[in-house]
């Protein structure tokens, strides 16, 4: 709830996890247009911020979104892999128009930080899960920041959270 005014006060931790409330989640009967809003205000913050320069952002979504994909998904078993979930690196040292045709898991951003920080694998379950690292170069001049516009959305009313 205090992540704004966190990054505006120079306070954010090296490793911040983000999960809008549900009437900024994207997730129906909410408005896409109020969730796309919050995400933008947050990107926003990040980017005016002295964060930016060493912040990588990954952007990600906890349903696939759909029932069409233009390419069969990947399956390892019942709880491993299936629909295709989109996720977006914003960073300085992302690669400019790079498409990353690894497969990668929600895992992968966890090994991402364990790798950056030198960390011991939490368990033996993320050991052999590929990081994202690959979508980024930090050797590369670093790429300015991106700001997006809100935009005005049409009201439809509060959404009633599903009862999950």
Known sequence: ADFIHDVRHNRLVQ????IPRFVNSDHPPASMCVGENWTVRVLNAIMRSRFWSSSVVVLTWDDFGGYY????????SNFMLGPRVPAII????????????????FRSILTFV??????????????H???????????QKPLAPLF?????????????????
């Open 148 to 164: 997006l516009k809100q935009r005005t959305c049409a009201y439809t009313g509060s959404p009633t959270p599903p009862p999950y």
């Open 90 to 105: 914003i960073s300085p040292y992302s690669r400019p128009h790079f498409i990353d045709h690894y497969t990668y898991d």
């Open 114 to 127: 364990e790798d950056v920080f030198r960390l011991p694998h939490l368990d033996s379950f993320n050991r």
């Open 69 to 76: 994909d233009h390419v069969p998904p990947p399956r390892l």
């Open 129 to 139: 899960v590929r990081s994202i690292s690959s979508a980024l170069d930090f050797s």
């Open 15 to 18: 490793v911040t996890w983000l």
